[in-house]
């Protein structure tokens, strides 16, 4: 029962961790880290991403150009890029070492101890995911606010607002780091193991034989010679 559960909470981490990678992969790459609604036009709306901006007009057509260089870019924008590249990496690496860690695969079960390592190395990879995701989206984020009430900046100028990206990162994030940590919890959990038929059977013929080794009936079953004698 004990191995069910802990093998049950193993598999509700990887989905956890699964959700939060396959989010955190679309935050990458989605346009839409900020928004900007232009008063002169409102039939545009501007949209910002780490790769690209995209104008989105009334009719529904798009169109994006990609950033011309990634040393024009701001600071936030550069080390997001890379921050989040790096996440979506040892995302992937955390299921390579988690999956061959579970106890539901049949991977190396004559070695616990090296399970139980690839499976915490797993959770780690996944929750130092998870914290390189909410580091650029929050970041970004911080700026947004900042540039939003900026008093030295007039009124008439358009002001870039949070993303759709913005909130699925820090949702990505959050699963990201609550899968690392419910892997790393069942390393934890204690296994109850109960002991194969040979070793217990050897521990019973050993109970029933003497302190000294003796079957406990040799006194009683050859009477001595001295009693023969009639």
């Not at 007039?154 to 990505?172: H, K, S």
Request: glycine fraction near 10%.
């Amino acid at each position: 029962m004990a191995w069910s559960c802990n093998a049950t909470v193993q598999l509700g981490g990887m989905l956890l961790a699964l959700f939060g990678w396959l989010s955190s992969c679309v935050t990458t790459v989605v346009p839409l880290w900020k928004n900007l609604n232009l008063d002169l036009n409102e039939l545009e709306i501007w949209n910002m991403g780490l790769w690209q901006v995209c104008i989105i007009q009334e009719e529904g057509a798009m169109e994006c150009k990609a950033h011309e260089s990634f040393l024009a870019l701001p600071p936030d924008l550069r080390v997001s890029r890379i921050l989040m590249c790096l996440s979506n990496g040892l995302g992937f690496l955390g299921f390579v070492l988690s999956g061959l860690g579970l106890d539901c695969w049949k991977t190396c079960e004559e070695k616990p101890g090296l399970k139980k390592r690839l499976l915490l190395s797993g959770g780690a990879a996944f929750g130092t995911s998870g914290i390189m995701t909410l580091i650029p989206v929050s970041w970004v984020a911080y700026n947004t606010v900042l540039e939003f009430w900026d008093e030295t900046v007039p009124d008439i100028v358009p002001r870039w607002e949070f993303g759709e990206a913005t909130f699925l990162g820090w949702f990505a994030g959050f699963f990201l780091a609550a899968g690392g940590l419910l892997l790393i919890y069942t390393t934890c959990l204690r296994r109850t193991e109960t002991p194969s038929a040979p070793a217990a059977l050897c521990r019973q013929r050993a109970e029933m034989q003497g302190p000294a080794g003796t079957s406990p009936w040799s006194h009683h079953s050859h009477p001595k010679n001295a009693d023969l004698v009639i």
